[in-house]
Every structure is written in C-alpha cells, then in structure tokens.
C-alpha cells in the first residue's frame, strides 16, 4: 500500500473495545479501501490509560501479538497509543522508566508505532513538575522526546 498517504482507523473510544473478529473484518476493509494505519488506544483498555505502568501479562500478549500481525498480513501499520497522561509525573524518572518498559514490551511483540496522547488531562502541571517544566507542552514534549531516543537506541 502506498504509505506517502496516512489513512486508517483509529480504535480510542471510550467503551468495551474492538474484540478479534471485529478488528478482522476491520482491517479486510482497511486493505480494500488502501487505508495503511491502525491506531490501538480503546480507553477501556486499562492498561493504555488508567494502568499505563503496567505490563502486559503473559495471558494478554497473545492478543496483542494477533493484532499486530494481522495488521501486517493486510498491509496496514500497527500503532501503539498510550495515554500516560492521566497521573504521569513528568519529572520523575521512574514513570520515564516505566513508560521505557512498556514500550518495550510492545516492540518485543513487533510494534513498530507509537502514539503519545495527552488528551482528556488536567491543565495544570503537579507542584513538582512546574520546578522542572514551563508548562504541559514542554513536559509532554520531553518525555516524547525521551522515548523517541529510547526506541532508536
């Protein structure tokens, strides 16, 4: 598919996500249609938002694998959204780490995309993110920043 062209569906709302036989008949139409992205950020899914420091557990990678896959076989890129955003403590390095790590976990399953998303947030930055950071945008700037330098190490 040609890829100069980003076109696709993005699964992030808020309720019960996508199940296997949905998302398939999902991505025959995107490769029909020559849309080349999928973007997986389901709200529901506690581990994109609510619980973003958590990994996967070994039972909930299967899917995931699945997922990703099957957007290969139909010519269409996987694309990880993660929403740390909710309580993300921007200057401390062990949310850094722990945002490091689940991406991590996602590139070893053959996620190659990633989307940050600091959408439906607090304003306001914490009293201990303001003595490092001029405002969200600079804050969410970095820690993006900072995982781009991850994933090209």
Not at 13 to 28: A, D, I
Not at 33 to 59: S, V
Not at 124 to 136: G, I, V
């Amino acid at each position: 598919m040609d890829q100069s062209f980003f076109s696709g569906v993005i699964e992030g709302f808020y309720g019960k996500p996508w199940n296997v036989s949905q998302r398939s008949v999902l991505l025959e139409r995107m490769q029909r249609w020559h849309m080349n992205y999928f973007m997986y950020g389901p709200k529901d899914d506690r581990k994109e938002r609510a619980a973003w420091r958590e990994l996967y557990a070994n039972d909930e990678l299967p899917t995931l694998t699945t997922l990703i896959d099957a957007c290969a076989s139909h010519g269409v890129q996987f694309v990880y959204a993660i929403s740390p955003g909710l309580d993300m403590e921007f200057a401390q390095p062990s949310d850094a780490d722990a945002l490091h790590a689940k991406i991590g976990q996602l590139v070893d399953l053959g996620c190659r995309n990633f989307a940050f998303l600091f959408d439906d947030i607090k304003p306001d930055l914490s009293d201990s993110d303001r003595t490092r950071f001029a405002s969200p945008a600079e804050a969410q700037s970095a820690v993006t920043n900072a995982a781009h330098r991850y994933l090209r190490s």
